[in-house]
């Protein structure tokens, strides 16, 4: 584990209490060792609406000539598992995560699931130390720049939005039908596309998230769509 001042370095924020940003960097792992820590779970919850929010506020502000549904597209787009864990690397969040020696053993540091939800709980972490503009300053450093070239081609990877714009020009609706198997530390996530109950596409991640976009990938091809 390095020095998290490192960390405050590649992201250009030092934080007046740290004990935020310790939070945003321990996975729930680390607490099978040290009990009496917090994990970042809450604040990647936390994190993750206050992301949507701040994008939302630019979307909305930035793209006047743009309808709902694009701008929609594009917010879901920036805040998928692709750019949030390639944001991720980007920073080398990875190297600051407070982890189990179970966890690290298993290659935690560079879980696409582990970096995603540590870098929602940074911008928790960034809101509970500075507000909104402290958030607004890390979003328009390193996520902003990726808005244009996704503005051009809303959801180009999102394939859950691809698939339910297909399926409902025929009236169609899909519903996911998730699982998860495996420890606490290593937990993997299945998921099935169910069109009028039947499998139309099948996916796993490390995340319900990356499992579902697999899924409907998986659906996609099936259709031909």
Do not use: C, W
Not at 3 to 25: M, P, Q
Not at 105 to 134: C, N, P, V
Not at 179 to 186: A, E
């Amino acid at each position: 584990m390095n020095d998290i001042s490192d960390l405050e370095k590649n992201i250009g924020y030092k934080f007046k209490d740290n004990k935020y940003l310790k939070i945003a960097l321990t996975h729930k792992s680390y607490l099978d060792e040290y009990p009496d820590h917090q994990s970042n779970q809450r604040f990647e919850f936390f994190g993750d609406a206050i992301l949507d929010f701040d994008l939302t506020e630019y979307l909305f502000k930035k793209y006047p000539d743009l309808d709902e549904g694009s701008l929609t597209k594009i917010r879901s787009s920036a805040v998928n598992q692709f750019y949030l864990v390639k944001l991720g690397r980007k920073i080398n969040i990875g190297k600051y995560l407070f982890l189990s020696k179970a966890e690290e053993s298993t290659g935690g540091r560079e879980k696409d699931s582990i970096l995603e939800d540590a870098l929602e709980a940074l911008i928790a972490a960034l809101y509970f130390d500075g507000g909104l503009s402290a958030v607004n300053d890390f979003v328009s450093k390193f996520i902003y720049p990726s808005i244009k070239e996704l503005s051009l081609n809303p959801g180009q990877k999102d394939y859950k939005t691809r698939l339910q714009e297909y399926l409902a020009k025929q009236g169609l609706k899909v519903k996911y039908e998730d699982t998860s198997h495996g420890p606490d530390h290593d937990k993997n996530f299945s998921a099935n596309v169910l069109l009028d109950e039947n499998v139309i596409g099948s996916g796993i991640g490390k995340s319900k998230k990356s499992a579902q976009q697999s899924a409907a990938k998986d659906a996609l091809n099936s259709l031909n769509a």
